[in-house]
């Protein structure tokens, strides 16, 4: 073959259809490497200048069984010429490397979708393991779809005949393959995924080398077969100036929790247990000592934070990530964090539950045990991430009010924000906000007795003075028993318990945090849908959708959780009805109906999956029909 | 990097705690808070101990502090004048992890009982031991369950009636020097609330050695188990029970040094014998500095439930890299090969441009 890949538009005369936006689904085995696959992709997307969203989605077993229904692993990007919210509803083009990729999610493919499938592995043996009686490629099931059989793996191994590999390691490669012909058909830029595979396999130059010519193979075969009639075009998007990354959410959390040691000029101490998903948040931050991070890899949850919280009593920034069953463990050490007013960020990325639920998939099921999972009167600030960008933004937010005002800080990500990935502004570092705490100097005792009071607030925020060990003349106690006011000593007094849990709250409720924004562009809606959290996407694409058909909907999402903004109240109030979207049963709008007596309609779903755009179109246009028949 | 070739210089335990040249006697130790255990507690010899000991280490008093968990020792740190936390059940030695982990100026000190310490904390007990934080865990050891007003422990013998077993406990006692030795504990002691002498030299070992250090105290608890350990303290018994280990000394005891402990060839381990029938050279002598902590574990096991004998002092003291000093050592070697640049990491390697 004469063609090499990498040029920017085929050579072939092809039909060139050009697009606004494209979903592609890769599904194979768990051990196919699509995640990989689709993170290429994604990245020659972003380089290219779209705009895009991921949503991976993959079985919690390592390695489930070859071949079967729960092995099934997928990626699936969005990517367009214009600001997309989502990782988008349906494929518009699904690869299946198996049967079992094939069987659980090809219902997912519209009618007409393109379905490109490894025929290789559609042998008798693997069609019976899924349950299919005839080969769907041969009995006319996928007559609805523009299907292109590829023999991939075959191809593949052709392809890699002369490279002295054997043929289970040429085999393996055929997600390179798939990922080749993907690039060829979207004209995606091809230099990026070479370099990429030349570094991620430095250390066996013969691996990276066949990946290479597995990927070229997929692009030559696209570019010199018949079968492929047509190629797809998706421009750039137009995003607001400046530079790009691509980032996902545990990325971008880390790197929050980097710079905010940065900001703060503190060294950070992050005390954690491994947890899906929230491990990569670890094993990011372990990366970057070089910025005066500690990563401690405890013996359990409740070390973790216990490590996290000592660090903060010596003058670090404290810090520990789990998902929710780490945070029903941490629930304790929170609580003593309450108690002794200390800065401390926990760090819930929530996966589905109760229990060991579903490790891998998304969930917002944990507002509620972030609100109240503790024993006593507890009072802890939440906050969540919108998208995997705002991670980052959130992260520094939750370090600015722990360290402000002195108490542990609730940061609740989730499955699909951590996984998930979306290009990203990159901030100026020289306009992130200045987080430097006050250290308590000197002795502060308001009848002059020179003596250093440890829980004497101050009147503004109300937060206690941070007296760190090693300063003269402040030495003091603390702990979870209750303190008088003031001087901070053990006091069962009934008054002055009955004010310090009333101080504590106060303190909560007190905290400064932005108005809610609300997106009303016609500014007469009559209907409000409140979110939170990742559904921040889902719901403005379906926001979009509504007001493209004539209709009026108004859009706030919340990132802070606790205390509520402000002016929430009175937009609450602004409309004639609310409508709660949640990927839990109706927690958020638990909150809102009680604080806010607010008839609030509560749309939820927990299927371990983020909301489709689609699904809230209809839910949004059902309700705001019924909205206008009242 | 493995954890021997770091170069560290040999530290001792208090090297990077600032020290002062003001005098300081116990009563600079005193917070002003009123002592509440109960009248003949066994804590308060404790307490005493620690605050007439701590003097001589010419320490900045700012720069020690005490963590506790929950029961009745754990209310030690608001009887000192340093900086402390009473924090919660079981997780004093992870607090003290973490703040030993950023604080080399710090001297970190552990109060806990043998619940606080072995039941609901024993994983951290265990795991700060295998770490070696520099960290001095004070273990104070009744054998029963003070606060909570009288239940059996993790180390109370066996068969033992209290309010939660009419009919005697069940478990099988922990012997906590046994348990830390498994646990590879670099510094293990045990002493008695009564003997200030061998308390304050045990403490004091403990304070010097960089690294975990973990010494059990047997304490009286005057109200749910009186006199548990008396048998330790009447004259004549108390010769004839207690083995005190000194470094690079024959182990003997008794009076006139009448017993001394040797291999016992069946069993692979240490017994008693009277030196007059084994002689003086079967005698084992006591290296607290072995690296084999086999001999450190056997005499461990001398005496059971029943206290007879009961070996005291320090069983083991060994030199190992602590976590704290690696976990520092890494990020001052990140630091120096390549300082944090916050734009260059936030900027990453594939980054595209979009016009304005």
Known sequence: ?630 | MTAVDLGLPTLGGLDGVPTTEERQTAKDYTSDQEVRWCPGCGDYAVLAAVRSFLPALGLRRENIVFISGIGCSSRFPYYMNTYGMHSIHGRAPAIATGLATTRPDLSVWVVTGDGDALSIGGNHLMHALRRNVNLKILLFNNRIYGLTKGQYSPTSETGKITKSTPMGSLDFPFNPVSLALGAEATFVARALDSDRKQLTEVLRAAAEHRGTALVEIYQNCPIFNDGAFDVLKEPGERERRIIPLRHGEPVRFGPDGEYGVVRDGDTGGLRVAKVAEVGEDAVIVHDANAEDPSLAFALSRLGAQDLDPTVTGVFRSVSRPTYDDLARAQVQQAVEARPGDLQALLRGSDTWTVAG
């Not at chain 1, 691996?207 to 079968?227: H, V």
Request: hydrophobic content about 40%; overall charge negative.
């Open chain 1, 1 to 630: 073959m004469s063609v090499t890949a990498g040029s920017d538009t085929p050579a072939r005369e092809t039909d060139v259809h050009k697009l606004d936006r494209v979903v592609i689904r890769f599904a194979g085995d768990s051990g196919d490497g699509m995640q990989l696959t689709g993170d290429r992709f994604t990245s020659e997307a972003a380089a290219f200048g779209n705009d895009l969203a991921t949503l991976p989605n993959f079985p919690a077993e390592i390695r489930a069984p070859q071949g079967t229904l729960p092995g099934v692993s997928s990626f699936q990007l969005h990517f367009a010429d214009y600001d997309i919210l989502t990782p988008g509803d349906r494929p518009d083009v699904l690869v299946a490397m198996n049967p079992a990729a094939l069987k659980s999610n090809i219902g997912d493919l519209p009618h007409g979708g393109i379905l490109i499938v490894n025929t290789d592995e559609f042998t008798k043996r693997n069609l019976a393991k899924v349950g299919y009686e005839a080969n769907p490629l041969e009995d006319g099931s996928l007559a609805p779809y523009q299907v292109h059989q590829v023999a991939m793996a075959t191809l593949t191994k052709g392809a890699l005949e002369e490279t002295g590999l054997s043929k289970k390691d040429a085999e393996r490669a055929k997600n390179m393959f798939a990922l080749g012909l993907l690039s060829w058909m979207y004209h995606r830029p091809t230099e990026g995924t070479e370099r990429f595979l030349r570094e991620k396999f430095g250390k066996k130059p013969d691996i990276a080398e066949a990946n290479i010519l597995a990927f070229r193979a997929g692009w030559n075969y696209g570019e010199t077969t018949e079968s492929f009639a047509v190629t797809y075009e998706v421009a750039p998007a137009k995003l607001p100036p400046g530079t790009y990354r691509q980032i996902t959410g545990n990325t971008a959390l880390a790197y929050g929790i980097v710079a905010a040691g940065q900001r703060a000029q503190l060294p950070v101490l992050v005390g954690t247990y491994p947890i899906t998903p929230a491990s990569d948040i670890l094993h990011e931050l372990a990366k970057h000592k070089n910025f005066g991070v500690t990563t401690f890899q405890a013996e359990d949850e409740i070390a973790g934070i216990g490590a996290a919280l000592g660090a903060s009593f010596g003058g670090a920034l404290g810090v520990t990530s789990t998902s929710g069953p780490g945070v029903a463990l941490k629930s304790e050490t929170i609580g003593l964090a309450v108690m002794t007013e200390l800065p401390l960020i926990v760090i819930d990325v929530q996966r589905g539950g109760p229990s060991t639920g579903l490790p891998t998939k998304t969930e917002q099921a944990d507002l509620l045990q972030a609100m109240f999972g503790r024993n006593g009167e507890a009072p802890v600030p939440i906050v969540a991430p919108c998208s995997p960008g705002d991670a980052f933004d959130i992260a520094l937010e939750a370090v600015r009010i722990a360290l402000t005002y002195r108490t542990p800080v609730l940061l609740l990500s989730d499955g699909s924000i951590a996984n998930g990935s979306e290009p990203w502004l990159i901030p100026d570092v020289a306009t992130l906000p200045d987080l430097k705490p006050t250290f308590a100097s000197e002795p502060n005792a308001p009848d002059g007795s020179g003596e250093f009071w440890p829980y004497l607030r101050d009147p503004e925020t109300l937060a206690r003075p941070w007296a760190v060990p090693g300063t003269p003349g402040l030495q003091h106690r603390i702990g979870g028993l209750e303190k008088a006011e003031g001087k901070g000593n053990i006091s069962y007094d009934p008054d002055n318990h009955d004010r310090m849990v009333r101080l504590r709250q106060a303190k909560i409720d007190g905290i400064r945090v932005p108005d809610v924004v609300v997106d009303d562009p016609t500014a007469d809606a009559r209907v409000l849908v409140v979110g939170w959290g990742s559904t921040f996407g889902a719901i403005g694409a379906a926001c979009r959708r509504v007001r493209a058909q004539g209709m009026r909907i108004a859009h706030a999402h919340l990132r802070h959780l606790n205390p509520f903004p402000r002016n929430l109240g009175s937009v609450l109030r602004s409309y004639d009805r609310v409508l709660v979207p949640e990927l839990n049963l109706g927690q958020l709008a638990m909150l809102l109906r009680s604080k806010y007596l607010v008839d609030a309609v509560s749309y939820t779903k927990v299927a371990g999956l983020p909301f489709k755009a689609e699904e809230l179109q209809s839910v949004f246009t059902d309700f705001l029909k019924g909205a206008d028949a009242q």
